[in-house]
């Protein structure tokens, strides 16, 4: 059975994150969403609204689960059996950040392998980030982000 | 009438901005620099301070306004009636983080076009964030500043 | 009169360089199409069929005119009197490519500006380069350029 | 059955190419090497010695096979029904380029996914390019393609 | 007598540090790591902590000492007489920040010059941010840093 | 002694050229610029010219030489017992490029070093590319190159 991670910290999902999970379910029989939750970081949204928003977008979806976890991501592959890391890729700035993390992942297990996703081009500027950005500034962010969130 | 919001913290302004406003002005009527003023962020130097210096700069400049703003920048750009948000390119991951800003807000608002001008390479270099650093360790940034400003 | 430069090679024309050309349209007064005829390179589609093509994608732009060049393009600049050179950006190797070449145009004639459009998402895979490929392969390029070409 | 196609032009293979088909192993059913064989382009060896030679590397690995093409590379994908394709990523610059191309092939074909992997930090320096340099100079290329090669 | 200073917060020192230091030591006659010490800024380890596990690291090499800073680099290599900063370069994000703060030195002191080494592939995705990660996280680091760090 | 090697086609040698030397005599005992001599490839200007140039532009530095070599780099280092490799960096793209060399270099013989100096930002648009294009188009390169040549 090929299991994948997908991890983040999703505050919160948006569409971006939604199309590569959906895009990896036709390579994976099993796909788990991590949210790591760090206790030193600071977040907009609290775990359980993260956790329930992932859950209901990826309920007609069998082979998606969620889960929380804490700690280092490679502990967490061995811990639920994930041999692959899966994560979009925006642009090269992303890319460069994203292969020391996942060079720095198969230094510690050389058993999991992490793999890339080309964002879809209408969705390669949405983050995060800038998703919290507008909502702070009194934005709609619901181009951006599945129906009932934020 | 061709309006073109110049959006930014300018904790200082620097002379990297001042060129690209002033390289900007052959382009449009009307040139308002924006002070994007956060509640929730941290600025060096007050609003006012800020603002004033900018004032100063371009007190010979008639189609050059300042103002503050809160809120979203596309929102800002409806109510002063510009079309286009004008931005300065140091380097390529600038245009990494620039374009997916851009992109969003052309999402939010189609009528808004986002234009970038390479800064000068001898200005290149320059940024708010380096020139506080200088200031925190009691060194001059008169090299890259307007009189007046520090 | 605010006069800008669209210069490429236009081996065949496509969406993304349409895109520009019609965005700019909102900054200036008239746009030139130049397209510029190296002797010592070899084209896929002839210099006739290139301008053509452009002349009826444009024809109900009374902004947007073509020409055919030869020389440098600072001096084709200054013949039609143009004052600003389009360019459009797809990725951050492009940027830096085009940050060059705008930084060499503006040492040989300081009057002249180089301004940047991000392409629009969607159309910024596409270049002359994959479409003459997809040609050679016997593909079809219809989604990436107007009606009537290739 | 999870089909991938890894295409290029192995002109000649090298370690970068070997260790990604060996990692995509364990995410695909099947794995055809497809060498993509465009007549307008000059190769250093033969399309028989380069074929011969991945055949002979991949001898003992029973998913993997070898296929000359020519044509479009989304079509290539539908005659031997692959729906992914594999490439490996070296740098930046690398996904930038090949980012578009991806794209262009969803363009093309949305049913066919493009698959990034990142190349071991080690082996990030080889490329085929490199390699013909470093013969066309009388240098021994051992340490960078598997035995009996060049 | 030439002088290099290799500038850092080497909180903590890791393996990619240590090898630039050591390449660096047969170009220079004297070669001086500066742990910058930003009162504004919050370290995981203390001071005296990261200035005595460089030292212990270095200790066979004569070459090479160590001296806490604090105030602009430049004024800190003039103190040592100093006339070249020594930098890696990690990858394409790494050059684009690093040549911007190379060129304000430049700018404050023109006879400072800086030199990029670029970080051996097996070491380029090491950084004391990661590694102040892993250790939040409850990993171990021994692969990142020399023995008794941590 | 320290020996660097500045390797290079030179055609021509530019301003940012002759720059990178002249920064790297601070740093070498003796710097040999070789000019790679490449049969399979077209120049513009003929060996001699290309050697007589750098010989004039350099005549008052004793510690700078100018050599042809064919084959390999690295062998070439070896016959002139340069441990070095000095090369300079214009920008992001460049990086990637330069240090896939830089490491195939190293892997062929791990005694030999490469340095980047990163190139001054008034001259770093400039590249010998550029500068033949100019003179293809009838364009003057004196802004770009020492006097004397073209």
């Known amino acids: 059975m090929k299991t994948a991670l997908?991890?983040?910290s999703f505050d919160p999902i948006h569409n971006g994150h939604v199309d590569i999970v959906i895009r990896a379910t036709s390579l994976f029989d099993r796909i788990i969403i991590g949210?790591?939750?760090n206790s030193s970081k600071q977040y907009l949204f609290p775990i359980d609204k993260r956790k329930r928003w992932i859950e209901n977008i990826f309920k007609s979806f069998p082979s998606v689960s969620v889960q929380e976890y804490q700690g280092l991501t490679v502990d967490f592959?061995?811990?639920v059996q994930a041999?692959?890391?899966v994560r979009g890729l925006r642009n090269g700035t992303d890319f460069q950040f994203e292969r020391s993390i996942?060079?720095?992942n198969q230094s510690m297990d050389s058993?999991?392998?992490t793999l890339f996703?080309?964002?879809k081009p209408e969705l390669s500027a949405i983050s995060s980030t800038i998703i919290r950005d507008i909502i702070r500034h009194g934005g709609s962010i619901s181009l951006f982000v599945p129906d009932g969130i934020g």
Chains 1, 2, 3, 4, 5, 6 share one sequence.
């Open 35 to 37: 949210i790591g939750n």
């Open 77 to 79: 592959c061995r811990k």
């Open 83 to 85: 041999s692959f890391i």
């Open 6 to 8: 997908f991890p983040g």
């Open 102 to 104: 996942a060079q720095m």
């Open 111 to 113: 058993a999991i392998e």
């Open 117 to 119: 996703l080309p964002c």
